[in-house]
């Protein structure tokens, strides 16, 4: 069995400010998390949320999420890096210096273990020693857990919550770890490697390093895997594979599978990497009709969980917001901020309906912002920063936006929560920007969860 650092002398401190603002045993025990669910809208900043909320809404603030009652900025700079308040609202080009970002590999690690690490990091720190991720916390104390991504399962985000590597770009390795080796009851995403970008027969080039080599592709399709144990009894668990539409959403309700692994019909991404104009306005470009949407996913991956009379902690990745930002697409990246938007929507209903808010907390944020995106005729104006907010055209039409940059930003990003325990982010507030107010830092997340969990 491995042995893992968990890095937690750097959380002393913090933990001591949490177990005050909890006042003691007493409100503790009152104050403890049935359930955790993390979902982050990959590359998304403020702009990101305001673009897509005024072409589905024709208006800013009208999100589920703009209702919940924590709303905070957060910080996401990789180690050895910060992020400097005045610097930032003084020097347009302050937040694109490529040596101050992180990427989504680094932000997913300090998400899940509270550890800043540096870019391409996959559960490892600095000098490469594995951490103690959020999922295996939440499994030692025998809470189910998943995985759910747009993208592939094995990409840097869901990586960051589950895995141990030096790079994330060891996909196989990755995607190995994953399935034969961690205790999740859900893996959902992309990666697979018989189907294109456009639901396609691959033909003779097929990429099998996202679901982890040939050979484990082979135990997929026949459906012979057998990972670690994952419910504590001892003994290595079978994973039910599935890949059709109708397998995801038959998911959603009535009995499930103990463990799904359940990877779409698609290579990369389930919608932005589709064919067709990729600049052309939102969903000009009919979709992809073939597979799950992300709310589909989640509500599955939901209802395997929550056979856990434990509790579970799941991640939600919208991983394309990032994917679309990179690309400079103002129509892509709209639509996949939708698409999250909605799974947030159908999130919240269940925890209304099969849940509650005392018994779960649900986190909405990102992990950095992508493409430098604001409003039109920003940029450094005759020696002076220039800010403009995103221009509104009406609901349904394309807002006015631009990009400034093809890659991640050390901008700060929003931060939602709501449900049991939530109001312990904001005593973790404690720096304040001059425009996004009080911010936390990125590896806040994970010491809030490990508290309400009890750990």
């Not at 989504?104 to 800043?116: D, F, H, L, N, Q």
């Not at 005729?377 to 002076?384: E, I, R, V, W």
Request: with cysteine; glycine share 12%; net charge negative.
């Amino acid at each position: 069995m491995k042995r893992y650092t968990d890095g937690f002398g750097k959380m002393i401190c913090v933990l001591t400010v949490l177990i005050i603002a909890l006042g003691g045993g007493t409100a503790f025990g009152k104050s403890k998390a049935k359930n955790v669910i993390l979902m982050i809208s990959d590359g998304c900043g403020y702009n990101h949320i305001d673009a897509a909320s005024i072409y589905q809404h024709g208006k800013t603030g009208d999100q589920v999420y703009d209702r919940f009652d924590v709303k905070l900025a957060m910080s996401t700079y990789m180690d050895g890096q910060s992020y400097d308040p005045l610097k930032a609202w003084s020097d347009f080009k302050y937040v694109s210096k490529s040596n101050s970002y992180t990427d989504s590999a680094a932000a997913a690690t300090a998400m899940s273990t509270g550890v800043k690490t540096y870019n391409g990091a996959v559960g490892v720190d600095p000098d490469k020693a594995p951490l103690k991720h959020t999922v295996q916390i939440a499994e030692q104390l025998g809470k189910a857990t998943g995985v759910v991504t747009t993208v592939q399962i094995s990409h840097g985000t869901p990586a960051g919550f589950v895995a141990h590597n030096k790079s994330r770009n060891n996909y196989e390795e990755i995607a190995g770890e994953m399935i034969y080796e961690s205790g999740l009851e859900v893996i959902m995403g992309c990666g697979h490697p018989e189907y294109d970008n456009d639901g396609k027969p691959a033909g003779i080039k097929k990429e099998y390093k996202y679901v982890g080599g040939k050979s484990v592709w082979e135990d997929l399709k026949d459906g012979s895997v057998t990972g670690a144990d994952a419910d504590g009894d001892g003994v290595p668990d079978r994973w039910t594979v599935i890949h059709e539409p109708a397998e995801f959403r038959k998911l959603a309700s009535g009995d499930t599978p103990k463990r799904v692994i359940a990877i779409a019909k698609k290579l990369k991404t389930l919608q932005q990497e589709r064919g067709g104009n990729s600049k052309a306005d939102p969903f000009e470009v009919p979709f992809n009709g073939d597979v799950p949407t992300l709310a589909e996913m989640a509500r599955g991956a939901l209802n395997v969980l929550d056979n856990d009379p434990d509790g579970f902690f799941l991640m939600i990745e919208g991983g394309a917001i990032d994917w679309a930002s990179h690309n400079n697409q103002v129509g892509r990246v709209i639509e996949e901020q939708i698409e999250f938007n909605k799974a947030v929507e159908t999130v919240a209903a269940w925890v209304e309906a099969e849940s509650s808010w005392n018994d779960t907390l649900l986190i909405v944020t990102g992990d950095h912002e992508t493409g430098y995106l604001t409003g039109p005729d920003s940029g450094a104006k005759g020696g002076k920063p220039v800010w403009n907010p995103i221009a509104g055209r009406g609901k349904g039409r394309t807002p006015k936006m631009e990009y400034h940059s093809d890659s991640h930003t050390n901008s700060l990003i929003p931060f939602y929560a709501h449900g049991v325990g939530s109001q312990l982010y904001t005593s973790l507030a404690r720096n304040t920007d001059p425009i996004r107010g009080p911010y936390l830092d990125n590896t806040s997340i994970p010491k809030v969860i490990f508290t309400l969990f009890g750990y």
